[in-house]
């Protein structure tokens, strides 16, 4: 536990499931208060929010999408009202899917880019301009991918997306840094959630994954959870504008590995 998240106000996107989910219920054991941002997974918030004033924390959901302004703006708007002000602010919500890049259409591609990189640069916008107004010396977090550096076939919008995530977060760090604001970024590698769980069910598929993770193990959504807690605290104080990669070595060139190569 970092004892100075107790009372913090943090949202997160898309943050029903998977890592959001886990990094809600973490935030709640830091006894935050936890703004949780939902679109899908709908049936899991309540339980949620009991598990997370269970553990001290406190909560409130916000149905809403990333790409629409006015539900980003309600969010933050949120956020202030209920607790006061922003201090962390996670862009997790995002989506992927598989097609070889001749035949992905301009609404598929337009759609990827809208729901990972516009709507975190919406998050990114309105929480800086909250933090701004207040005087708070905030945390942004968001939430790429190992794909903002290994380049993925067939996953060419959403390769692209998490690759202009790194550069904003990185540009915001640095016009940010003079107020006290801190933007950095984490990317997981392979996570057993809901986005990849037909992938990892199918044992060959799995296998194959974990064959490129050093570690030897799919990643488990509580260890990004941990990553965000160490970012948002204040024992990360002298940290931004990083990728933290949590990806079990993924991004260290596991085909080198046994000195071959
Ligand atoms: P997930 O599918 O459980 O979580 C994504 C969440 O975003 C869902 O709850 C979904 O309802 C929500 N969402 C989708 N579109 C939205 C919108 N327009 N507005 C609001 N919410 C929306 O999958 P996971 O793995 O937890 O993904 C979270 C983030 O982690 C994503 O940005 C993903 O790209 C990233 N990531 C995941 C990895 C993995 O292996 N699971 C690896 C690298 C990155």
Redesign the pocket.
């Known amino acids: 536990m970092y004892n100075d998240l107790q009372g913090a106000t943090v949202i997160i ?9 886990a990094m809600a219920l973490r935030f709640g054991r830091e006894q935050a208060n936890v703004v949780i ?5 709908e049936q899991n918030v309540e339980p949620m929010i009991r598990e997370i004033e269970a553990a001290g924390g406190r909560a409130v959901a916000v149905k ?4 629409n302004e006015a ?1 980003v703006k309600q969010l933050i708007r949120t956020a202030e009202d209920r607790f006061g002000s922003l201090d962390v602010m996670i862009n ?5 899917n598989e097609v070889p890049s001749e035949e992905l259409t301009l609404d598929n591609w337009k759609r990827v880019l ?3 990189l516009n ?1 975190a640069f919406l998050g990114c916008r309105e929480a800086i301009r909250s933090m701004l107004e207040r005087g708070v010396k905030g945390r942004v977090i968001n ?5 903002e550096k290994i380049p993925w076939p067939h996953f060419l919008h ?1 390769a692209t997306s ?1 690759g202009g995530i790194k550069l904003m977060t990185e540009t915001l760090a640095l016009e940010f840094a003079p107020k006290g604001i801190r933007v950095n970024n984490i ?10 769980g037909a992938k990892f069910a199918d044992p060959e598929a799995r296998a194959a994954v974990e064959a490129m993770v050093p570690l030897g193990y799919i ?1 488990q ?1 509580e260890e ?1 959870a941990a990553a965000a807690a160490w970012l948002a605290s204040s024992e990360s104080s002298y940290v931004t504008g990083i990728t933290l990669f949590a990806d079990g070595g993924m991004t260290q060139y596991p085909s080198f590995q046994g000195g071959k190569g």
């Open positions: 996107t898309g943050a029903a499931t998977g890592i959001g989910r941002n939902y679109l899908g997974g809403g999408d990333v790409t539900d997790n919500a995002g989506i992927e809208d729901v990972n709507g939430i790429s991918s190992v794909h959403y998490k990317a997981p590698g392979a996570i057993e959630t809901p986005i990849n990643g959504p990004i």
